[in-house]
């Protein structure tokens, strides 16, 4: 069997971690869909700015739309609005055929609203509605200032991805934010029903971060180790949360589970298998969104198995052994969550001054 497929067996979800037009016009993305079980895909800041900095196939679109507006951001937002209602209709069937549980496709919000609650609100709802699409969710990232809005707009009837989580105290501030934003929308008389979140946990930076520092303190055993130590406490949060009484509740009234989804999941040091962060985390009721080209590599020699639940004891020492080699992992993830959104920053500058560029061209 596929081992992707095996994936599936298990209870997780792959998602595809790219939005690509041309593997939209070849029929690519809807042959994954058809034979490796793909169930959902999500964008970033960094995966647009690759495809409309990286090749001409929006060159034609930017001309077009630059007609009509000036604003460069105002353009990007009407490529990657249509782009992602075409992967969200591509994906329709798969919203269907599971009952609203996969078929999903996210579109984030701008990074420069980051630390802007207000700002990230009103962009939600904005993009919310001119996508117009059930099967859509709005990223939102998981900062301090984003757990209002995340409240809010799931309040709203707004399906949520919340990204750039790093931490295991911030994530437990994102399921609150979570149960709150359904029962203030229950308290208001609306259904809960069809009202979608996950909540995204970004993995492989954390390796990247922390591994030169185990090889400072002499504690060479722990690269390679922590990132999925934090995956499976982070999964244990989850089990926490949906066996409370708090989302009972909200289960009773038809809230759906706010499964946690992995990211960051392609192997950034080659000295490590490049699929140790979809081999170690497999687990039910779960979400990986993988880069392409490490959905072909698991097909290839993946191994699918039932792991985010095994050595969980392991999981708990590792982060105590880093404790106890004077490592503040609560630190690296704030300092994470930091880069993290400079990072996006950086590429949708990047992106906004491509934009510039192309209609310079043409004018």
């Known amino acids: 069997m596929n081992p992707l497929n095996k994936i599936r067996e298990l209870g997780q979800s792959i998602w595809l971690d790219l939005l690509d037009r041309e593997m939209m016009n070849s029929g690519k993305l809807q042959n994954l869909i058809d034979s490796d079980d793909l169930r959902g895909l999500t964008s970033n800041p960094s995966i647009f700015e690759k495809a409309i900095s990286g090749s001409s196939d929006y060159d ?28 969200a209709d591509i994906f329709k069937p798969v919203y269907d055929r599971t009952n609203g549980t996969d078929g999903f496709v996210s579109l984030e919000v701008s990074p420069f609203l980051a630390r802007d609650t207000d700002g990230t609100i009103e962009q939600a709802r904005e993009l919310w509605k001119r996508v117009d699409r059930k099967n859509v969710m709005i990223k939102i990232p998981g900062t301090a200032e984003g757990l209002i809005a995340i409240r809010e707009c799931l309040r709203e009837g707004i399906n949520i991805n919340i990204t750039l989580l790093f931490g295991l105290p911030r994530y437990k501030e994102v399921t609150e934010a979570f149960m709150g934003g359904l029962e203030d929308r229950l308290k208001e008389g609306h259904s809960i029903e069809n009202v979608s979140s996950v909540a995204s946990f970004f993995l492989s930076r954390i390796d990247v971060m922390v591994d030169p520092m185990l090889e400072e303190k002499g504690a060479s055993d722990l690269k390679g180790k922590v ?98 080699k004077g490592i503040d992992i609560d630190k690296i993830t704030r300092k994470l969550e930091d880069e993290g959104i400079e990072k996006f920053n950086q590429a949708y500058e990047k992106l906004l001054k491509s934009i510039s560029d192309q209609k310079r061209k043409k004018g």
């Open 227 to 324: 990132a999925i130590a934090s995956a499976k406490k982070a999964y244990q949060i989850y089990l926490e949360m949906i066996s409370g009484e708090r989302f009972k509740k909200l289960e009773e009234k038809g809230a759906q589970k706010q499964r946690v989804l992995y990211a960051s999941t392609g192997t950034k040091d080659p000295a490590y298998s490049d699929v140790i962060y979809v081999e170690s985390i497999i687990g039910k009721d779960t979400v990986n969104t993988l880069p392409i080209e490490t959905i072909d590599a698991f097909r290839d020699h993946g191994i699918a198995a039932e792991t985010l639940t095994a050595h969980v004891d392991d999981a708990v020492k590792t982060m105590e052994e880093l404790k106890a």
């Open 60 to 87: 034609e679109d930017i001309i077009k739309f630059s007609e009509t507006e000036e604003d460069n951001a105002a353009i990007f937002f009407d490529l990657a609005i249509a782009a992602i209602q075409r992967a």
